[in-house]
């Protein structure tokens, strides 16, 4: 299912920023990797883990599209945490939480669906794959991690990927700049030590970034 342009208007509606309610409806129509994560995990029952949710724009593009299983957000940035809560508040949804916590110091208890988007270049590649060790163990059976992140490659989208984080940092979205970018064969080595089936593959849409998706199965 894909949200109807009301839909995405009424989530945007819902930031109290005027700031977010702009990026908000700019990022929802615009961006493809609320659809590829509806299209992994959509109809699923399973609960999901968002890790680095931000204001928590994937629960409710994920309740658009008829999915009803617990989501449960956790983020860095305390601000973010409080505009998601503020979200779900004036939405009135049920089964949607969301936590402010440092990812590199350990992750919520959980078990489901795991998704990571657009966070692993602000880790060390050390941090990195403590993470997503982390991440696919609480993955359940049946259950996927689906990632989406910049890879490191020779490429221009590469490049423009790295002045976008940084234009991300000096607008203050971000609270940091990116740090070290992972490439493909650093998840295909973990995640399948973790015991997961990987698959890689582009994710650009209409943007000139090198997003790809990781999409990590038990």
Same mark, same amino acid.
């Given at each position: 299912?894909?949200?109807?342009?009301?839909?995405?208007?009424?989530?945007?509606?819902?930031?109290?920023?005027?700031?977010?309610?702009?990026?908000t409806r700019s990022k929802l129509a615009s961006d493809p990797v609320y659809q590829a994560v509806v299209r992994e995990i959509g109809e699923s029952p399973?609960?999901?883990?968002?890790?680095?949710?931000?204001?928590?724009l994937l629960a409710h593009y994920l309740r658009a599209c008829g999915h009803t299983a617990q989501v449960t957000g956790f983020d860095y940035d305390q601000r973010k945490i409080d505009s998601a809560g503020a979200m779900v508040r004036k939405s009135g949804q049920q089964g949607l939480t969301f936590s402010a916590g440092d990812a590199r110091t350990g992750l919520p208890e959980f078990s489901g669906h795991v998704v990571i988007l657009d966070i692993l270049q602000f880790f060390?590649? /050390?941090?990195?794959?403590? &993470?997503?060790?982390?991440?696919?163990? +609480?993955? /359940?059976?049946?259950?996927? &991690?689906?990632?989406?992140?910049?890879? +490191?490659?020779?490429?221009?989208?590469?490049?423009?990927?790295?002045?976008g984080d940084y234009l991300a940092k000096v607008t203050f979205w971000m609270k940091a700049a990116p740090t070290c970018y992972p490439d493909a064969e650093q998840f295909r080595k973990v995640l399948t030590e973790a015991g997961l089936q990987v698959e890689i593959s582009p994710?650009?849409?209409?943007?000139?970034?090198?997003?790809?998706?990781?999409?990590?199965?038990r």
């Open positions: 299912m894909t949200p109807t342009p009301a839909q995405l208007e009424n989530i945007a509606a819902l930031c109290d920023r005027r700031w977010d309610f702009f990026y399973l609960p999901v883990l968002d890790i680095g949710c931000g204001i928590g060390t590649p /050390a941090e990195q794959n403590a &993470l997503i060790t982390a991440a696919a163990a +609480r993955v /359940a059976p049946g259950g996927k &991690l689906v990632i989406r992140t910049g890879l +490191r490659d020779d490429s221009w989208r590469f490049r423009v990927t790295v002045l994710l650009w849409g209409g943007t000139p970034f090198n997003n790809h998706l990781i999409v990590a199965q």
